[in-house]
């Protein structure tokens, strides 16, 4: 995919969604840190019915230490993994209030540091949460980069370095929901809907679908 190929891809996705957002659910960076660590093989669904519960009663990581492991994993049990979740945003919260003044810290080297918190979640704060422009490859935008040619790499350090390369300045704030949401629902992983695709014309991917014969019946 050539320059000006990956310039009209995002002109094309500001046009159909000029103010993408994360489909979690937050008010405040530290909901959304807590929310993003839960995610790690979850759903945004599934957190957000999690999060809706837990929110009302802890959010912030003082009352989330005051509530105790053993009460938030009662409030976050129909997440996946949520017993070594419970005891990672615990060990978390405890930093945050000893290291940080309860406050969520905006860089990386420190986000990293909290428990359960990878290079992919420090990203997503980092870009969501305080307007930095980095990029939280995760396996949609991995599938989407790689399939579609935009920015192809053997693995999501390649791909994200990648990204950051080749996207035009002016879409790298965005450019991480708008390739999350395509292939959420359009560049799925087994069945992508190219015959419903923006970026059809655009796009390296050989094996392209043909609309189904139910569809529009």
Not at 152 to 177: M, R, T
Request: charged share 25%; aromatic share 8%.
């Amino acid at each position: 995919m050539n320059p000006a190929k990956r310039y009209e891809m995002f002109v094309r996705f500001r046009a159909a969604n000029p103010k993408p957002e994360t489909e979690l659910e937050y008010t405040t960076p530290f909901e959304l840190l807590i929310a993003v660590l839960l995610s790690a093989q979850a759903t945004d669904v599934g957190v957000n019915k999690a999060t809706r519960k837990l929110y009302p009663v802890a959010n912030t990581p003082q009352a989330i230490l005051d509530l105790g492991e053993e009460e938030l994993k009662t409030y976050i049990q129909t997440i996946g993994l949520y017993k070594t979740k419970a005891k990672n945003v615990i060990a978390t919260c405890k930093m945050l209030v000893e290291l940080h003044g309860g406050e969520v810290p905006r860089d990386r080297e420190s986000l990293e540091a909290l428990p359960g918190v990878g290079r992919k979640t420090a990203n997503v704060v980092m870009n969501t949460a305080f307007g930095e422009p980095t990029m939280a490859v995760d396996t949609h935008i991995f599938r989407v980069s790689n399939r579609t040619g935009l920015a192809p790499g053997k693995n999501v350090d390649i791909v994200e370095q990648k990204l950051l390369k080749f996207v035009p300045k002016e879409f790298l704030q965005d450019a991480h929901h708008w390739l999350i949401l395509h292939g959420r629902y359009t560049c799925k992983a087994r069945k992508p809907e190219c015959w419903n695709c923006m970026q059809l014309d655009l796009c390296d991917y050989r094996s392209k679908t043909p609309m189904p014969d139910n569809v529009g019946a």
